[in-house]
């Protein structure tokens, strides 16, 4: 194989990598002193001349002459014998440059040449795509889905780079077929081995926080600060927001005219109910509006151990619980503090009985369930329709008439 034509296969990178000149003159010449050490021990006296653009390329080795008899190191010295077949009038002391030929390197090492070009280049693909992506780390990305493995969503963007979307970073109602366009955050840039891999997240805060930076101008421009954004994904959020401007209503404008602005958002998180509310350092008041909807009555607060006890009357308690216990958690969550719901006034008549007391007869695990809800009183059971219960907990109509046949029961006694 011919220089030329070597370097044209070569050059081949170039276009389909977008290397720049500078940077494959650079991978090229480093490939060639390999090779120039493996054969001659040394390339100290070898000068390449590189010139991608126009695929060519020369090797010369500089040998000074020495007296036949004196010829100690074949690769620096020539002897003045094999120098006037160069040139007739050389003297023992100057110096000889002659072309190397690639074919003189034998075809292994030729092959070898070309396999270490491609491991270089790929290794330079891969830093840069490692840096690249790791500058993206925390910004919203988007890419089409290649395929879906039931472990992860695989998918590609308009560069051909991989991304991988994890089950584990989906929102549960997800459902992705090959084509959809897929939005998400960059949340990291893995090694395996020497390639970067890629993972997105849509179960992210970050991700919340930076979908009201693209849909809400004052997020974006800095009139509004984004505090503190806590999620169960695709279930519940909230979002605490602040701003320097007292002209501006921070929540007002987040949720726009009939929450014409956060809609894509809640469309985008799979219907995620997400609750905007305003930040105060007034923490009776923030932690009040953390457990909105529910309207509190009054609050204690013990700062050194961060919790605090909230007082309610009986019909706010399942709004500030929510479901699942999704509200009373994510007001913890936001405000830092660990929430303790307890039942002002007359919540409950001097006859009403703990649920835990049946626990003979009622499992925990059910016990549990209506706890979750803001019901931890046979007559706060009893008070409540079969169907709303049903709807509210995660519980079968058979066990909750069941319950209710126990706590009846124990009324009629």
Known sequence: MENLALIDSFSEFKDDKLIDRVTLMAILEDVFRNALKKKYGSDDNFDIIINPDKGDMEIWRRRVIVADEDLDFENEEISLSEARKIEPDFEIGEEVSEEVKLIDLGRRAILALRQNLISKIHEHDNTNLYKQFKDLIGDIYTAEVHHVRPKAVIL?????????????KQIPSDFFRKGDNVRGIIENVELKGNKPQIIMSRTSEKFLEKLFEQEIPEVFDGLITIKKVVRIPGEKAKVAVDS????????????GMKGSRIHGIVRELGNENIDVINYTNNLQLYITRALSPAKVSSIKIDEEKKTA????????????IGRGGHNIKLAGQLTGYELDVIREGNVAEDDDVELTEF??????????EFAKIGLDTAKSILSQD??????????????????IKILKEEFED
């Open 156 to 168: 590609v963007d308009d560069e051909g780079n991989e991304i991988v979307l994890p089950k584990e």
């Open 244 to 255: 320097y401007d007292d002209r501006i209503d921070p929540v007002g404008a987040c949720v």
């Open 309 to 320: 006890e909230v007082y309610l009357k009986l019909e706010e308690v399942s709004k500030a």
């Open 359 to 368: 626990s003979d007869e009622i499992d925990g695990w059910i016990i549990d």
């Open 386 to 403: 079969v169907n709303d219960l049903v709807r509210r907990t995660d519980l079968e109509e058979e066990t909750i008439l069941e319950v």
